[in-house]
């Protein structure tokens, strides 16, 4: 009779062979009566699993070439054996097997330290902190300076018009330093004409433009321009739900984990507050919610506008392309007295901040607004 051993569904397995063919054996038994035997089988699964191509080939991805890898693999093996190896021991794989879980993992895991330790060079150790710096697992690590400050995190939650990104700008206008962070560049430009014309020195940071001096303490930003290099005591981000968002949510995910910042003002609806609880829950930061509601209540006509002559001063019209806009305004101003603004995405924000400014001044003549969706976030009307 003659013994076997094969791999199955990341679990080793042994078998014994007869002329009534393959007959599996129980595991415990061979570990509880013959401890010298069970060295020997964990052993020669080591060696198998070491000497086999793809394990070489799976080191070589992670920068350890072939001839250290043999090297390593040799000393490797020998300490394990002799009950030497720091980072593997017989009991490691005894247990891993009763429980029948793979042991691959832990093989190659001590298989790689070891190489580190005992075949040190510049380039491993380069391609040891390139892996480390990659591993986004645990993201809360990639912001040392951020998790050495005594954070507190302030979410203020609420409807649009309900005051919370007023009450957390209040904040930032009181400190001596500080930064705002929104999705737009239109809303970054009209918090920097905020700050500036409240008499607070305040430069503009966002992808397209740049607008700084030196020794100013406030910044307005898009999101994605967040300075993580820089300590300030105010910051807020605004529209934090967009941290869902699967293409940009990563920018509110970098700036709320990053920011360097003693109190953090989030601005946004109630949907992500346990998100949001998630990825702080292993952070040291202090976190408090203020709720608010909306300040005029929000109320559906109960007829509908039929015909746009019958428009009235204060409304507004949303149509969902350009053509559509330029065609219902041509349509209202000459069936009424009344003249329209237009705002549509792709207008600047210097000129979509410009005709907002037209249809909330009373005295304007402006009072129509026909806009595209954009008027959905970044414009107070």
């Not at 679990?11 to 035997?37: I, N, T």
């Amino acid at each position: 009779m003659s013994k076997m051993v094969f791999f199955q569904k990341g679990v080793w397995r042994f078998f014994s062979s007869s002329a009534s063919g393959l007959k599996q054996k129980k595991f415990a038994p061979v570990y509880d009566h013959d401890k010298s035997k069970h060295e020997r089988q964990v052993e020669s699964l080591v060696v198998k699993f070491l000497q086999n191509d793809n394990t070489m080939r799976k080191a070589a991805v992670l920068g350890i070439p072939e001839n250290v890898y043999r090297n390593s693999i040799s000393s490797f093996i020998e300490s394990f054996k002799n009950k030497k190896s720091l980072y593997l021991t017989h009991y490691d794989l005894i247990s891993k097997l009763k429980a029948q879980n793979s042991i691959k993992d832990s093989i190659f895991s001590a298989l790689i330290k070891h190489t580190h330790s005992n075949f040190p060079s510049e380039h491993l150790t380069l391609l040891a902190d390139l892996f480390k710096s990659s591993d986004l697992r645990t993201p809360l690590e990639l912001y040392p300076e951020a998790r050495g400050l005594s954070r507190k995190i302030i979410f203020h939650v609420g409807p649009t018009n309900s005051g919370k990104t007023y009450n957390a700008l209040k904040k930032l206008e009181q400190a001596n330093s500080g930064v705002y962070l929104g999705p737009l560049r239109l809303l970054a430009h009209e918090i920097y004409e905020r700050m500036n014309k409240s008499g607070i020195a305040c430069n503009l940071v966002t992808g397209e433009e740049r607008r700084e001096s030196d020794g100013v303490n406030m910044i307005s930003a898009t999101v994605e321009m967040v300075p993580l290099n820089a300590e300030f005591d105010v910051a807020v981000i605004d529209e934090i739900q967009l941290i869902a968002d699967e293409q940009r949510g990563w920018a509110w995910t970098q700036a709320l984990l990053g920011l360097r910042a003693k109190e953090i003002h989030l601005c946004g609806e109630a949907t992500v507050i346990p998100l949001v609880r998630r990825i702080l829950a292993n952070s040291k930061d202090m976190f408090e919610e203020h709720h608010y509601e909306r300040l005029k209540p929000l109320e559906i006509d109960d007829r509908p506008v039929d015909r746009l002559k019958n428009v009235r001063k204060g409304d507004a019209i949303v149509a969902f392309s350009r053509d559509e806009i330029f065609a219902i305004k041509q349509s209202i101003e000459a069936s009424t007295s009344f003249k329209c603004a237009v705002i549509y995405g792709a207008l600047p924000p210097e000129i979509r901040a410009e005709q907002a400014k037209l249809f909330n001044n009373p005295d304007s003549g402006y009072d129509v607004l026909v806009a595209s969706d954009a008027i959905g976030m970044g414009l107070n009307l």
